[in-house]
C-alpha cells in the first residue's frame, strides 16, 4: 500500500478503542507519526504497543476541557515541529427517552461529542494552515436524521454535521479540508449490547442493505481516504459510512 501519509504528523481523539484505535493504526500504517489521544492511559498505550515506537506519542487528555485540547496540539507540534492531520473522534452516546435521560447525560454529549470537535478544530487550525492539512470529524447517520430513543445523540451528532460544513467555509481560503465522517452501527466497545442482540441485529441487517454493520476499520478507511490528498477537492462533506443505509427513504422492502 502507498504510503499516504509519510512524513505527516496525525492526532486522533479517542484512540483507546474502537473507530479510534483502527484510525490510529490506518494512519500509522500509510506513514504517519500518530499522536494518541483519549482520557485512560492504559487504553492508549495497549494500542500504542502495536505501533511503530518511533512514530507515536500517547497524550492522554479530556475533550471537554479546552486547555488539556490545547495543550494536546501544542505538545504534538513541539514535539514534531508540524500538525498535518486531526481527528475528532471521541464521543459518547445516551440512549433513553427525552423525558428519561439523565439532565447531566445532556450535558456530557454535548460536552464531549459538540465541544470536544469544536476544541481540537479550533486548536488545531493555527497549525494546519501551515501545512495546508486536514480535519475529519466523525459525526454519525445519526447525525443526519433522528432515531428512536437517542435524541440526545441525535442533536449532538446533527451539530457535528453542520459544524463540520461551517468550518469548511470558514478553513477554505488557508487551504485546510475539513469533512466529516458518519456511520452506521459499527462494532465497537459502545455497541456490544447491541451486537449481542439478536433480534436488534436481524432488524438492522434487513434495513442495511450491504446486510450487516460495519467494523472499525471500514470507518478508518473512509477517514484516511478524507485526510488524504486523494481527497484534495472535497471539503464540507460527511460521508456516510454505512452499508447503503442512507439511500433508503425508510419504506419497507417491496421486492
Known sequence: MEKRFAGKVVIVTGAGSGIG????????????TVVLCGRTRSKLEGVASTLPAERTLVHPADVRKFDEVASLV???VERFARLDVIVNNAGVAPTGPITEVPIDDWHDVIATDVSGVFYGCRAAIPHLKATR??????????????????????????AVSNFTRAAALDCAADGIRVNAVCPSLTATDLT??????????????????????????????AIAFLASDDA??????????????????????QA
Request: glycine residues 12%; hydrophobic residues 40%.
Open 21 to 32: 484505535a483502527a484510525t490510529a493504526r490506518r494512519f500509522s500504517f500509510e506513514g504517519a
Open 74 to 76: 501544542e505538545s504534538t
Open 133 to 158: 492539512g486536514a480535519i475529519v470529524n466523525v459525526s454519525s447517520v445519526s447525525g443526519l436524521s433522528g432515531d428512536w430513543g437517542m435524541s440526545f445523540y441525535n442533536a449532538a451528532k446533527g
Open 192 to 221: 456490544r449490547d447491541m451486537l449481542d442482540d439478536e433480534k436488534l441485529m436481524k432488524a438492522f441487517r434487513e434495513r442495511i442493505p450491504l446486510g450487516d454493520h460495519a467494523q472499525p476499520e471500514d470507518v478508518a478507511a
Open 232 to 253: 484534495r477537492f472535497i471539503t464540507g462533506v460527511n460521508l456516510p459510512v454505512d452499508g447503503g443505509l442512507m439511500a433508503s427513504n425508510g419504506q419497507p422492502r
